[in-house]
């Protein structure tokens, strides 16, 4: 009998206090094979999250700090020379890991960033003359600093585009604050360990690949991507590129994997409408007045988004 | 032959030193630039047409990615033909990063043509190696007319200004006097009079939550009988209507603000959800919620 993404979910909010909407949105990631970009100020858990989900689906987990001195082969792998047997072996890197946590990714030159983007793709690393697939699961989640942009490399629109869901992990409330200082201050909580296996995750992604999708939702998801390169021309000034049809594809495709989360065989307009803001927020290239007018990137994600009605 | 490669060689060594002294120059000139990502740097005019001697606005708009206190120095742009009277600084911390607004106040000197250069600020781009980099905005053009002459419009026009004015204040007057004359009716005591009882009316005028409700129990009646997708689809938008839905609401939202005592709404309107969304395969047993839903909520 295998576990269900309720029981992960359950056995996560055992270590982590309240941010439930950014737990669900991992684990959405997770079923749905794609990479979260974690984007919040620091000290609000994103790295235990991460660490969290790593262990109690029993994978590996490996975290690499980004800094401006790192180099592709510091997260790839290289080949070294073994003066004993006269021969090259290949030492792997640790992106060969089914949990990445990618810290502070935009602190790391271009090249760096390249070279783990193009492995989130691909899904394989060559190193010399041979390629080596990364375990499955594989997922990468990338944490930001949004408040700390001294000395950082901004991600390009491409490369963002590699991540599935960019999620915001904002402050806690008062209540959950206080929860936090007295569940972590007497003592470390340790995270839940193996609460499901490589195998469940595995069953959750094929499950999630049959979870129904209406017609009518299809229509309503192109539309809502749709509606961010077709601007009313009052949001005109603020966006300069909408997203791309893979936003689309994403949006299907995380749709599927909530739906699967909540228990249901079946897409509703509320999963589609929920995670539209996570999937389309990095996708969006907005226009400098957005930051010298102090205009809130999230209020035009969402009034693009209920410019379109749900089915 | 000899003396002529000595000759080439001084000529060489010479233009090696000054190539060492030219980028020894650009080096220290870079080292006391601020390290600073300018993202927008922009120039604008309140207007491109104006009097000479007339002054008016010009706002030079910058933004940084840095947080910075004091902004560095924007190298103002050239002016022809213009008179900069003042120069007004403003920095602002944004969300992220820093805005600076400088406000010139110019003048046109004389009829024709003026201009202002473009303003631009030097600076290190950590974005892009610390190299060091001019940013520069948009230059300015402005046509400067001759001063507007007073038109000497004669006495008839005073005559009609004059007579304008009355007009307006006569019927401003007149406006007061009927105000006054119909509050002072409605303040008379009124008369005690056995008024006949009210005509009930229809309820289908003055009750569209009943309306609503025979739209769901009709859409409700044609899914009983034909039990097809199209038909729930039919069966949930009167649903949702008759919840008081907005167009662009989804259910949870919907969910949010009804009266979490209305069970049997709540009911309905998530059978009927699943109803529309749910696989082929159970298609029927969600219509068969749905109907049972439907009948408790009409009932």
Redesign the interface.
């Given at each position: 009998m295998s576990a269900r993404p309720q029981a992960l979910r359950a056995a996560l909010q055992r270590t982590i206090v309240g941010q439930g909407a950014v737990l669900d949105q991992m684990l959405v990631g997770l079923i749905a094979n794609g990479h979260i970009l974690l984007e919040g100020p620091p000290g609000v858990a994103k790295t235990l999250a991460a660490r969290s989900l790593a262990v109690a689906v029993g994978g590996t987990f490996r975290r690499v700090q980004f800094t401006p001195d790192l180099l592709p082969s510091d997260i790839v792998g290289t080949r070294v020379y073994d003066q004993r047997s006269g021969e090259f072996t290949t030492v792997l890197g640790p992106i060969f890991a089914n949990i990445v946590l990618a810290d502070e990714i935009n602190r790391a030159p271009a090249k760096v960033q390249s070279a783990l983007l193009e492995g989130m793709q691909e899904r394989q690393a060559t190193i010399g003359a041979q390629s080596h697939a990364f375990p499955d699961p594989f997922v990468v989640i990338g944490t930001m600093n949004?408040l700390d942009?001294?000395?950082t490399?901004?991600l390009p629109l491409a490369q963002r585009d590699r991540f599935a869901l960019n999620v915001y992990v904002d402050y806690p409330t008062r209540e959950e604050e206080l929860a936090i200082v007295d569940r972590f201050g007497a003592a470390d909580v340790d995270a839940v360990i193996d609460a499901v296996s490589l195998d469940d995750v595995r069953l959750w992604r094929e499950e999630a690949r049959a979870v129904?999708l209406?017609p009518?939702?299809r229509e309503y998801i192109v539309d809502v991507v749709r509606a961010t390169r077709n601007l009313p021309p009052d949001l005109l000034r603020y966006i300069d590129r909408g997203a791309s049809p893979r936003a689309a594809l994403t949006l299907a495709q995380t749709a599927r994997a909530k739906a699967l989360l909540d228990g249901r065989?079946?897409?509703?307009?509320?999963d589609v409408?929920?995670l539209a803001f996570a999937v389309l927020r990095h996708r969006v290239a907005f226009s400098?007045r957005v930051?010298?007018e102090?205009i809130e990137p999230l209020e035009l994600i969402a009034s693009i988004v209920?410019?379109v009605?749900?089915? | 032959m000899v003396r002529r490669s000595a000759g080439r060689a001084v000529v060489a060594l010479a233009f090696a030193v000054g190539c060492i002294a030219s980028l020894r120059a650009t080096v220290v000139r870079a080292d006391g630039l601020p390290t600073l990502h300018v993202?927008?740097l922009a120039m604008r005019a309140e207007r491109t047409r104006a009097a000479a001697g007339a002054a008016f606005h010009v706002t030079i708009?910058v933004?940084v990615?840095?947080?910075v206190e004091t902004f560095p120095t924007i190298n103002l742009p050239d002016a022809t033909n213009l008179d900069i009277l003042g120069v007004e600084r403003r920095t602002t911390r944004?969300?992220?990063?820093t805005?600076h607004i400088e406000v010139l106040t110019v003048a046109g000197i004389a009829p024709g043509k003026a201009s202002l250069t473009p303003a631009y600020v030097d600076a290190r781009d950590?974005?892009r190696g610390m190299h060091p980099f001019r940013f520069s905005s948009n230059p300015l053009l402005f046509a400067i007319e001759g001063e507007p002459s007073r038109v000497d419009r004669g006495p008839w026009y005073t005559f009609f200004v004059l007579k304008l004015l009355g007009g307006v204040f006569a019927i401003a007057t007149l406006g007061v006097v009927v105000t006054l004359l119909i509050r002072r009716a409605r303040n008379r005591p009124r008369s005690f009079v056995t008024l006949p009882p009210a005509r009930p009316i229809p309820a289908s005028d003055v009750s569209p939550p009943l309306a609503r409700l025979a739209a769901v129990r009709t859409a409700l009646g044609r899914l009983h009988v034909s039990r097809s997708r199209e038909d729930a689809?039919v069966y949930r938008a009167a649903l949702f209507a008759h919840a008081g839905a907005r167009?662009?609401?989804?259910?949870?939202?919907l969910l949010r603000r009804l009266e979490p005592t209305n069970l049997t709404l709540r009911a309905a309107l998530r059978a009927a959800?699943?109803a529309?969304?749910?696989?082929?395969a159970?298609v029927q047993n969600a219509i068969d919620d749905a109907l049972a839903t439907g009948q408790a909520l009409i009932a």
């Open positions: 949004p942009d001294d000395g490399y901004s129904h209406e009518r939702l065989t079946y897409v509703v307009p509320d409408r929920e400098y930051v010298s102090g209920r410019s009605d749900p089915p | 993202t927008a708009l933004h990615d840095e947080r944004a969300r992220v990063g805005d950590p974005r689809v167009k662009d609401e989804t259910l949870a939202a959800e699943r529309v969304f749910v696989e082929g159970n």
